[in-house]
């Protein structure tokens, strides 16, 4: 289950309100703090503070920071609605994780917490001269720290959620997902051979979206069992209570895709089904589909009648060819870490036609976005002879649909350019 706690740990270090309880909490530990470590330091230190002049401060900064978070909600609201409308919906999340955003809503509301805990503790008595002191410096530490955020967030602000910043976002998470499975298509595991599996098969309990497969779990089943497990959900597939999420086969047997004559128990099914997170939409962590149907979105998006933003479709294009051709230049690593599990490696087809096929059909009316389209797939195509035909097919699928949307002139200047990048 270590799979599943990094992954636990790693979603909740994103989540907003975790970072903003985490400074609340420090907040508040420091205010209380004060008192206590000013009554038990074994030196004096005492600043000569004006009448009130702690309290002041707080009350300050209590009412700026209430107004400043009121604010900053607003900002982020409106960023994530304008993603979803302009863009693609599937880019909200990567605007939700944003760091710079999650940082400086946690400040401010850290320093209101800060400052009205101060403010109550003050009312009560709480602090002696010596406390007041340390309360004060503190209170100097926070005004900096939140000059600075709010510096940084007032800048973040300028491009924070325009169409730029999405399609960085989003081709950064696609990069990222496309690099992991390069690097490891099986994430560890053995590659399962072709056709279909016969075995004891364990459908899901549920209905969603696998975002998550923990493969060391299930090798921890596996090996305990003696048998093989093919994974057959890759994160990204649609689960259901009919198709399985694994196939449990005898490892002797597990090329012939066999079964043995012993049952799985209740627990046993219970733990392979526990590997896998199923949830109601998709998410980027383990999908590398993901980042290029999004991408994808955005340019088809961008290409209908009602936007008619060719420029945008084909800032798409570049960013497709940037991630793929990463993706196809990164060298696998070969060796086997679970022995006992077995998975299928996506096929290239399938991410091609997942990049490429609604620019090419939203797009077939538009010479430019199309002259584009060819000059990245013959790119594509050349980075890696050996998917060189995946490439190919899909420059004849792109030309296809054009020739049949543009006018006689337009069509034969693409297909001049479609035949100098296939010599």
Request: some cysteine.
């Amino acid at each position: 289950m270590k799979g599943v706690a990094r992954a636990f740990l790693l979603r909740l270090s994103k989540r907003v309100w975790a970072r903003a309880a985490l400074v609340t909490a420090i907040s508040i530990v420091f205010v209380l703090a004060a008192g206590w470590v000013g009554r038990v330091l074994p030196f004096r230190v005492i600043i000569d503070l004006g009448q009130d002049s702690v309290g002041s401060i707080l009350q300050i900064i209590a009412s700026s920071m209430l107004a400043v978070t009121t604010f900053s909600i607003t900002a982020m609201v409106t960023a994530y609605s304008s993603a979803a409308t302009t863009a693609t919906p599937r880019a909200t999340q990567l605007l939700v994780e944003d760091t710079t955003s999650q940082n400086a809503l946690s400040t401010f509301v850290g320093g209101f917490t800060f400052s009205l805990v101060g403010i109550i503790a003050l009312s009560t008595g709480y602090y002696g001269d010596q406390g007041r002191t340390i309360l004060f410096l503190g209170t100097l530490v926070m005004v900096a720290v939140i000059v600075v955020t709010l510096l940084r967030w007032i800048a973040h602000l300028s491009n924070f959620g325009r169409m730029g910043d999405i399609i960085d976002r989003v081709e950064a998470a696609a990069s990222e997902a496309l690099g992991a499975y390069a690097t490891s298509p099986t994430l560890g595991a053995r590659a399962a051979p072709s056709g279909e599996v016969r075995g004891e098969r364990i459908p899901s309990s549920e209905s969603g979206y696998v975002t998550f497969v923990d493969v060391e779990a299930l090798e921890t089943t596996a090996s305990r069992l003696g048998r093989d497990i093919h994974i057959s959900a890759l994160a990204g597939s649609f689960a259901d209570t009919v198709a399985p999420l694994a196939v449990v086969v005898e490892a002797s047997a597990a090329s012939a895709g066999t079964l043995g004559s012993d049952a799985l128990d209740d627990a046993t099914r219970e733990a392979i089904l526990g590997a896998f997170r199923i949830e109601p939409h998709r998410t980027y962590e383990q999908d590398p589909r993901l980042g290029v149907i999004a991408l994808a979105e955005i340019g088809s998006r961008a290409l209908s009648p009602a936007t008619n933003d060719p420029g945008t479709a084909i800032e798409i294009v570049g960013a497709l060819q940037r991630v793929l051709s990463k993706t196809l230049r990164t060298e696998p690593d070969t060796e086997v870490k679970h022995p006992h599990v077995r998975i299928r490696p996506i096929e290239w087809d399938d991410l091609v036609v997942d990049a490429f096929r609604p620019l090419a059909r939203d797009g077939a009316g538009m010479i430019e976005v199309q002259i584009r389209l060819q000059k990245c797939l013959a790119s594509l195509a050349a980075t890696s002879p050996q998917h060189a035909a995946v490439f190919e097919g899909a420059a004849d699928h792109a030309l296809r649909r054009s020739v049949a949307e543009l006018d006689t002139a337009d069509a034969a200047a693409l297909s001049d350019v479609h035949a100098r990048f296939r010599r």
